[in-house]
Each structure stands twice: as C-alpha cells, then as structure tokens.
C-alpha cells in the first residue's frame, strides 16, 4: 500500500516523482504497488488520480476519521489543521493493517511547503515468505 498526501493542486508530475523515488530508494519495484491511498478529501485531486493512472492502480479515500486513530510515527499538526487527521500517507498506507517499510517522506516544490508526502507499507513481510510478491501489497 502506497499511502500518499497532498495539498490542493499538488501535479501528478510531483506525486509520481515522489512516489517512484520513494520506491526506487526502499528496492521496491513500481509493480509491487496495486492501489494508492489518501484521505477522502484529497481522494479526487487530480494529482493524486494522475499518479495512479501512471502506475495503474485505483486510489483508495479513506475518513479522516479512521485515519486519526491509526497509529503512527510522524504525526503531523499541519495535516491535522488541513484534513482533520494527524497523518494522511502514513496513516492511508497502514489503514488495511500491515507494517510500515518506508516512513513518510515530503517532496518539496518551488522552494514552499510540502506539498506532496508518501510513505510505503505492505500486509505480509518479505523477511522469511518464499512466496512473497505483489499479492501482499494492497
């Protein structure tokens, strides 16, 4: 599960970018992503549908609500003050259940706030499962 957050207007050239490098730093390949997952209010930003059609997977919006109970190591106030949850992409990626791989990371544009965070979990573990593969990841 590939969790994201974004500011209103964030481009897919930017999600993309994040989520690829993101991937790319952790070993991951593209295709062991099967769905990108948000808050709900950020869930038709087109930035964030963009990405998703690039990696061709659907997006998953989730309540900010149950966002806010997920626990999670890197809360932020400002995503509290903006959606209503402490947390979006860590949050999004650990809503299904599963362990956090890569914590939240922040792509910066324009030299302003963040405007785009991802962060990586999965349901199963590689460490020890011989059939490990895309399938664990939702």
Same mark, same amino acid.
């Given at each position: 599960m590939v969790g994201i957050g974004a500011r209103r207007g964030a481009s897919a050239e930017d999600v993309s970018a994040l989520v690829e490098a993101t991937l790319r730093g952790a070993g991951l390949?593209?295709? *062991?992503? &099967?769905?990108?997952?948000? $808050? =709900?209010?950020? /869930?038709a930003e087109p930035g964030i549908l963009g990405a998703a059609e690039r990696l061709g997977v659907p997006v998953r919006g989730y309540a900010a609500e149950l966002l806010a109970d997920v626990r999670v190591p890197h809360p932020s106030d400002a995503a509290l *003050?903006? &959606?209503?949850?402490?947390? $979006? =992409?860590?949050? /999004?990626?650990?809503?299904?259940?599963?362990?956090?791989?890569?914590?939240?990371?922040?792509?910066?544009?324009?030299?302003?706030?963040?405007?785009?965070?991802?962060?990586?979990?999965?349901?199963?573990h590689p460490e020890g499962d011989p059939e490990w593969n895309r399938s664990v990841w939702t």
């Open positions: 390949p593209p295709l *062991a992503v &099967v769905e990108l997952a948000t $808050v =709900a209010a950020r /869930a *003050a903006a &959606v209503g949850t402490p947390s $979006v =992409a860590e949050a /999004a990626a650990l809503a299904g259940g599963g362990v956090l791989l890569v914590p939240k990371r922040t792509a910066r544009s324009g030299g302003g706030p963040g405007t785009v965070t991802c962060a990586v979990a999965c349901r199963g």
